[in-house]
């Protein structure tokens, strides 16, 4: 039975390798750091993009700030939607981009402004946010 355990332990020992990279920590970041959905437009999206192919399904949470003048659920709704000014954005297993969709509720006054922030807080699986984890949204 002690040799059983050795010949796995050697096994086990063999299988590491000193030469293997450790994985990256898992990242989130915005496409981009600024939208506009113009006047002509209805819809819109936003890429939210992971720097490795996730180890298990990922949720990245984003908070949402609304501008003065502008009001979640008035103005524009988002897909999925906001709870408690927090959006939770699935990442399936295998998956490094995923959509956050954006619907306007109403078209703009003339020279009326309507903006709202988005910020990545979290990214699950011990996931930080990135260097790109905040985007401004001007609705036209």
Same mark, same amino acid.
């Given at each position: 039975?002690?040799?059983?355990?050795?010949?796995?332990?050697?096994?086990?020992?063999?299988?590491?390798?000193?030469?293997?990279?450790?994985?990256?920590?898992?990242?989130?970041?915005?496409?981009?750091?600024?939208? =506009?959905?113009?006047?002509? @437009?209805?819809?819109?999206? =936003?890429?939210?993009?992971?720097?490795?192919?996730?180890?298990?399904?990922?949720? =990245?949470?984003?908070?949402?700030?609304?501008?003065?003048?502008?009001?979640?659920?008035?103005?524009?709704?988002?897909?999925?939607?906001? =709870?408690?000014?927090?959006?939770?954005?699935?990442?399936?297993?295998?998956?490094?981009?995923? &959509?956050?969709?954006?619907?306007?509720?109403?078209?703009? @006054? &003339?020279? @009326?402004?309507?903006?709202?922030?988005?910020?990545?807080?979290?990214?699950?699986?011990?996931?930080?946010?990135?260097?790109?984890?905040?985007?401004?949204?001007?609705?036209?």
């Amino acid at each position: 039975m002690k040799a059983l355990h050795f010949i796995v332990i050697i096994l086990l020992l063999a299988g590491c390798s000193e030469d293997e990279e450790p994985i990256p920590q898992l990242s989130a970041n915005f496409a981009s750091t600024f939208i =506009v959905i113009g006047s002509s @437009e209805q819809d819109g999206s =936003v890429s939210i993009e992971l720097n490795r192919v996730p180890l298990f399904p990922t949720i =990245v949470e984003v908070k949402v700030t609304d501008d003065p003048g502008t009001v979640y659920g008035v103005d524009y709704l988002t897909s999925p939607q906001a =709870v408690n000014d927090t959006i939770e954005v699935a990442f399936p297993f295998g998956s490094t981009v995923s &959509d956050l969709s954006i619907s306007k509720l109403k078209l703009a @006054e &003339d020279h @009326e402004e309507r903006s709202f922030n988005l910020t990545i807080i979290s990214v699950s699986n011990n996931g930080l946010p990135g260097s790109n984890d905040a985007l401004k949204v001007d609705l036209e």
